[in-house]
C-alpha cells in the first residue's frame, strides 16, 4: 500500500485517499513554462529517461512517493523503474489527453495509476467530450477530474459535474498562468466545492519553495510540484513537509489523515 511509505498528510475523495504533496513530472518533458530551461530539461530527462527514474528514487527517499504523472510512455516507463529499484508502490494520478486520449489513459491503467485527470488543453476546450471519458473511470473506482490552464473560467463550469473529483490548476504567488486574470482565479478556487490542486506553486522557477508554498498552503488541498535534482527535492519537499505534513490542516475542512 502506498500509504505506508508516505510521509505527508492525505484527504480523502469518495472514500479513497488521496496525496497532498505529489511529484509532478513537467520539467520530465521540457514543458514551455520553463521557458529557457525547456530545452535543457528535455534533453536531460525526456531524452535520457534514467534521469527521471533518479528523481523520482530522489523524492521516494523524502516520502513523496505519490505522482501527478504525464501520460507519455517514457515517462511512466521510468517512473515504474524508479519504483522497482526502490520495492516502492506509488500512488500515479495521470494526465490524460495530450495526444491518443485512449492510449495514454491505458498506459496510466496498465502502470495501476489510481486517478486520471484529462489535460487542460482538452478539458478547457471540450469538456462534453472529456466527461464521457471520467464517468467510466469513476465507475471503476479511480479519482477522476480534469486540469486547466484557464481556472477563471473553467472552474466554475465543472461545480455540478459528478465526473469531477480534483481540479489541477495553475496557483501562485506571483500569479502567472492564472487565466484568465488572477482575480477570477481565486475567486473561482475560493467558491469551489471541488478538491483543487495546485500546479506550478513556484510559477516555474520564478518562486522559492518557500515562498510559493506558504502561498498555495491555505488556498489548495494539495500541490504538484515538479523538481530537477536533489537539492531541489530536499529543499521544496522540506518545505512541503512543515505545510502539508503530520500537522498540516486541510483549507477546505474535510477530514486529512496521516501515514498510520
Given at each position: 500500500?502506498?500509504l505506508?511509505?508516505?510521509?505527508?498528510?492525505?484527504?480523502?475523495?469518495?472514500?479513497?485517499?488521496?496525496?497532498?504533496?505529489?511529484?509532478?513530472?513537467?520539467?520530465?518533458?521540457?514543458?514551455?513554462?520553463f521557458?529557457r530551461?525547456?530545452?535543457?530539461?528535455y534533453?536531460?530527462?525526456?531524452l535520457q529517461?534514467?534521469?527521471?527514474?533518479?528523481?523520482?528514487?530522489?523524492?521516494?527517499?523524502?516520502?513523496v512517493?505519490?505522482?501527478?504523472?504525464?501520460?507519455?510512455p517514457q515517462?511512466?516507463?521510468?517512473?515504474q523503474?524508479?519504483?522497482?529499484?526502490?520495492?516502492?508502490?506509488?500512488?500515479l494520478?495521470?494526465?490524460?489527453?495530450?495526444?491518443?486520449?485512449?492510449?495514454?489513459?491505458?498506459?496510466?491503467?496498465?502502470?495501476?495509476?489510481?486517478?486520471?485527470?484529462?489535460?487542460?488543453?482538452?478539458?478547457?476546450?471540450?469538456?462534453?467530450?472529456?466527461?464521457?471519458?471520467?464517468?467510466?473511470l469513476q465507475?471503476?473506482?479511480?479519482?477522476?477530474?480534469?486540469?486547466?490552464?484557464?481556472?477563471?473560467?473553467?472552474?466554475?463550469?465543472?461545480?455540478?459535474?459528478?465526473?469531477?473529483?480534483?481540479?489541477?490548476?495553475?496557483?501562485?504567488?506571483?500569479?502567472?498562468?492564472?487565466?484568465?486574470?488572477?482575480?477570477?482565479?481565486?475567486?473561482?478556487?475560493?467558491?469551489?466545492?471541488k478538491?483543487?490542486?495546485?500546479?506550478?506553486?513556484?510559477?516555474?522557477?520564478r518562486?522559492?519553495?518557500?515562498?510559493?508554498?506558504?502561498?498555495?498552503?491555505?488556498?489548495?488541498?494539495?500541490?504538484?510540484?515538479?523538481?530537477?535534482?536533489?537539492?531541489?527535492?530536499?529543499?521544496?519537499?522540506?518545505?512541503?513537509?512543515?505545510?502539508?505534513g503530520?500537522?498540516?490542516?486541510?483549507?477546505?475542512?474535510?477530514?486529512v489523515?496521516?501515514?498510520?
Amino acid at each position: 500500500m502506498w500509504l505506508s511509505d508516505y510521509q505527508f498528510a492525505t484527504f480523502s475523495i469518495r472514500g479513497l485517499d488521496v496525496p497532498a504533496v505529489m511529484l509532478g513530472t513537467s520539467p520530465f518533458i521540457g514543458a514551455g513554462q520553463f521557458g529557457r530551461k525547456a530545452e535543457s530539461y528535455y534533453n536531460r530527462f525526456f531524452l535520457q529517461p534514467e534521469n527521471i527514474t533518479e528523481v523520482v528514487v530522489q523524492a521516494i527517499d523524502l516520502g513523496v512517493n505519490a505522482l501527478q504523472v504525464i501520460g507519455y510512455p517514457q515517462v511512466v516507463d521510468a517512473v515504474q523503474e524508479a519504483a522497482k529499484s526502490t520495492s516502492t508502490q506509488l500512488f500515479l494520478l495521470g494526465t490524460v489527453g495530450l495526444g491518443s486520449i485512449e492510449r495514454e489513459i491505458q498506459i496510466m491503467l496498465d502502470a495501476g495509476g489510481q486517478g486520471v485527470i484529462i489535460h487542460g488543453s482538452l478539458a478547457d476546450r471540450d469538456m462534453a467530450f472529456a466527461r464521457e471519458y471520467l464517468f467510466p473511470l469513476q465507475e471503476r473506482g479511480l479519482v477522476t477530474g480534469i486540469a486547466t490552464h484557464r481556472p477563471g473560467r473553467t472552474i466554475p463550469r465543472v461545480q455540478e459535474m459528478q465526473e469531477v473529483d480534483l481540479i489541477l490548476c495553475p496557483l501562485n504567488k506571483a500569479g502567472r498562468f492564472m487565466e484568465p486574470s488572477v482575480e477570477s482565479t481565486l475567486q473561482a478556487i475560493e467558491s469551489s466545492s471541488k478538491r483543487i490542486i495546485a500546479i506550478k506553486p513556484l510559477a516555474a522557477g520564478r518562486l522559492s519553495p518557500q515562498e510559493g508554498l506558504e502561498y498555495v498552503s491555505d488556498r489548495a488541498a494539495g500541490v504538484a510540484v515538479g523538481i530537477a535534482s536533489r537539492d531541489e527535492a530536499e529543499e521544496t519537499f522540506g518545505i512541503a513537509k512543515e505545510l502539508f505534513g503530520i500537522q498540516a490542516t486541510d483549507p477546505l475542512s474535510a477530514k486529512v489523515k496521516h501515514p498510520e
